[in-house]
């Protein structure tokens, strides 16, 4: 084994095209619990690669924004823990922040709650597994002539916790396979994702070793990330104020944190990123050369040859730092001094590995440790346990503070009642809303007779933002003209770029490499070598993040300089965007709305404006109740405007019994009431009540029905119509079933349409109809409330 201490050789050892990652004793002894997972299997495992492609796209700037709500609920369980204890408890900090980001992974990833800051007792999967990386750390140091039937009680209970691990992903596998769900998160990555190259999907085994593979090397690397930070912060204090008052300048000191606010703490992303300089949580990573080469100009080495990079060495080079190299100073790592160090020296600084085996859920654990610093330094002020704390290390495959305690009080005089109340008031959501150009002038609907003119878009995108560009560009053609023919992955385009339209490619990079549907398309078109492109007009728009400075953007602005280079037409300037701003979607429809339709529409005339100037769209909006119509109710909306409960009841007794409430309602427009008069009221069953229908049938859903009847029947018929919403605002879920309760017949066709067991209905039932059965009444209307 050789080792690395320089910046300089770090680089060169980075070079994909000469050295990979290669699995060393203790990554080897990890892989005895998760097999082929992500972090342990070899680059040329099949697995890998398959794993590596599905999930990518979980893993997106979208996916991980759409986590922040499951963030910001167990960053707010571990603030509020903090400030109950109040500040004469001692906290035990790393401790704390595994239970943080263990329970975090586990909500996000799979829905799965270990509730550790409800018990004093970890999870048996969460002992099973620290005891687990322990053991696999000291196996890793035995020399090969020791073997392990040497340690007898020690291997048992090795082998017994990996079985902890996997009958517990198992359990979490199997429930959600019992009980499905439309949440999109790893698990239903791993579920329903098929792989772009072989159209193969994961096994349940595969499945189990990357949930288990998340879990451990998620969690504990931005455990450990949070401590060392704090450590430095409460160590010199000067960081810690200017951190708190950039939280308390952009986000303020009692208003919600939001995922807008994620791009805008530039100095606490400094101190993270100087916090896994100074003290990388994976503080060595391993390569192999790929065949015999020379390094640093002057050694020699061999095919197979492992290296070790100690990034605990190598981001302390005083070469690319200078003498205050070994300093916590988050000053050195703010954006633009971060940028100027890379572009100097670049792979100066790797916390999150190498090339195609990075870590897939930097993205993740960033937003992560940036909420969670953000809400604690918002929230509380901290203080060192013992102010004579010097940092010790513990180390198993990754690295901890040792012995680290802190204490904590709650900011401005407010109490941990008053905290409570705030944090759980409400998540800022953070959702990617439509394209708001919509329609001028209120005037919708495609002219008949209209054609647009042909336009083709092609993205290249592993994890989807790409894709969600060119689904939106094709949207908004309509309003422009055109009709966007093709939409298609990159890779269809190879050899028969269309001509005499507007081409438009939208492609990322993968540490400089093409997403996985568009690596073809590139390399034909890399391979030309004349004017083959004549008359293709083209636009090229790209993605990628700055933190990758030596391939950012390479992939677009390659592309745009060959489609020159072979002839192509350029119609405007290549447009950019950077995920680390998270300005994305904003920066898209800049672009697109000041760039590239305006140089569209100059060079071929065509123009979204009908005769009096207004924009066409496609969509035509027409709203209707027909809830009311099947119903047979002739309603208007009402609204509540007092309930209040008029009765006393014995705190002892069942909750509600006996209540009387009085209620004032203001009827709509042209409505009267007098005494004696009904009050009809439309009810809806809970949303918890329909699920539970849904998924005892395995209906999907966005399933819809079609309903059939010759008779009469408060159903809404010969229209699709979501099952959901049948459930949900036509049939009664809350009495129990009786003999002649004509919710049957829907019972019956569910499992049939479902394709779950036979339908049990004594007659034929076609799929999407619903046929009564001879002489049922119609299913019954819930029967309206009286006032």
Request: include cysteine; proline fraction near 6%; charge should be negative.
């Amino acid at each position: 084994m050789v080792f690395v201490t320089t910046q300089a050789l770090a680089h060169e050892l980075c070079d994909e095209t000469r050295f990979r990652k290669t699995i060393v004793a203790g990554l080897q002894q990890v892989g005895n619990g998760v097999h082929d997972g992500l972090f342990t299997a070899q680059s040329d495992a099949p697995n890998w690669g398959l794993a590596h492609r599905v999930l990518m796209p979980a893993f997106g700037p979208m996916p991980i924004q759409d986590m922040f709500a499951d963030m910001h609920e167990i960053a707010a369980q571990l603030t509020l823990k903090w400030a109950r204890h109040g500040p004469s408890t001692r906290i035990m900090v790393t401790d704390d922040f595994t239970r943080l980001t263990l329970d975090t992974l586990a909500l996000c990833s799979m829905n799965f709650r270990f509730n550790s800051f409800y018990h004093d007792e970890m999870h048996p999967f969460i002992n099973a597994m620290g005891d687990f990386l322990l053991e696999c750390g000291m196996r890793a140091t035995l020399p090969p002539i020791i073997g392990q039937s040497s340690f007898r009680s020690a291997t048992k209970k090795y082998w017994q916790d990996i079985d902890i691990l996997r009958s517990t992903a198992s359990e979490v596998l199997a429930a959600r396979k019992a009980q499905p769900t439309d949440r999109k998160d790893l698990l239903t990555a791993m579920l329903d994702g098929v792989d772009s190259k072989t159209s193969q999907k994961l096994t349940d085994s595969s499945i189990i070793d990357n949930l288990i593979t998340f879990l451990i090397a998620g969690h504990e690397t931005t455990s450990g990330l949070l401590s060392f930070a704090f450590f430095q912060l409460l160590k010199q204090p000067e960081f810690y104020r200017k951190a708190q008052a950039e939280v308390d300048s952009v986000i303020g000191r009692d208003a919600p944190i939001k995922p807008e606010h994620m791009t805008k703490l530039p100095y606490i992303s400094a101190i993270l990123r100087e916090t896994l300089r100074h003290s990388p949580t994976i503080p060595t990573f391993f390569v192999e050369s790929k065949t015999d080469t020379v390094i640093g100009g002057k050694y020699a080495v061999t095919a197979g040859q492992p290296f070790a990079l100690l990034l605990s060495k190598v981001h302390l080079d005083p070469l690319v730092h200078g003498d205050t190299a070994a300093e916590f100073n988050p000053d050195r790592m703010l954006d633009e001094s971060y940028e100027r160090i890379q572009k100097a020296f670049p792979d100066f600084w790797k916390p999150f590995g190498n090339g195609q085996r990075a870590c897939i859920g930097r993205g993740f654990a960033w937003q992560e440790a940036v909420l969670s610093m953000a809400m604690i330094l918002q929230n509380l002020e901290l203080t060192m346990d013992d102010p004579d704390y010097e940092l010790q290390i513990k180390q198993t495959l990754t690295t901890k503070p040792k012995g680290f305690y802190m204490r904590a009080a709650v900011r401005g005089g407010t109490d941990a009642g008053e905290l409570g109340a705030r944090l759980n008031g409400g998540v800022g959501g953070g959702s990617v809303g439509v394209n708001g150009k919509g329609v001028k002038g209120g005037k919708g609907g495609k002219k008949e007779g209209r054609a647009g003119k042909p336009m083709s878009i092609y993205f290249g995108s592993n994890t989807g933002t790409c894709e969600a560009f060119a689904e939106r560009l094709a949207a908004d053609a309509v309003l422009h003209g055109f009709e966007a023919a093709v939409v298609e992955p990159l890779d269809k385009a190879k050899g028969k770029l269309p001509k005499g339209q507007p081409v438009v490619i939208i492609t990322a990079s993968y540490e400089g490499e093409p997403p996985d549907n568009a690596g073809e398309f590139c390399e034909w078109v890399g391979g030309l070598k004349g004017s083959e492109l004549e008359k293709t007009a083209f636009a090229v728009y790209g993605c990628g993040h700055k933190d990758w400075a030596k391939t950012f953007h390479k992939v677009p602005r390659g592309l745009d300089e060959v489609l020159e280079a072979r002839s192509g037409e350029r119609i405007c300037p290549m447009g950019l965007t950077d995920a680390a701003e998270g300005q994305m979607f904003t920066d898209f429809e800049q672009w697109e709305d000041e760039v590239f339709w305006p140089a569209v529409e100059e060079k071929y005339g065509a123009s979204g404006e009908g005769e009096d100037g207004l924009q066409v769209s496609s969509l035509s909006v027409e709203f209707s109740s027909p809830r009311t119509a099947a119903l047979r109710q002739d309603v208007g909306e009402a609204t509540v405007v007092e309930a209040r409960v008029l009765t006393r009841t014995d705190p002892w007794e069942r909750k509600g019994s006996g209540e009387k409430r009085h209620l004032e309602v203001q009827l709509p427009a042209g409505v009267t009431y007098r005494a004696g008069d009904y009050l009809t009221v439309l009810p809806v069953n809970p949303p918890g009540s329909v699920n539970r229908v849904m998924r005892r049938f395995h209906i999907p859903q966005d399933a819809n029905i079609t309903i059939a009847c010759e008779g009469r029947t408060s159903l809404p018929t010969g229209t699709p119509v979501p099952v959901y919403e049948i459930l949900s605002s036509y049939v009664e879920l809350a009495q129990p079933a009786t003999k002649r309760v004509c919710l049957l017949p829907l019972i019956y066709l569910l499992p049939a349409y479902a394709n779950h067991r036979p339908a049990v209905h004594p007659h034929p039932v076609r799929m999407h109809h619903l046929y009564y059965h001879q002489n049922r009444p119609p299913l019954p209307l819930l029967q309206p409330l009286h006032l």
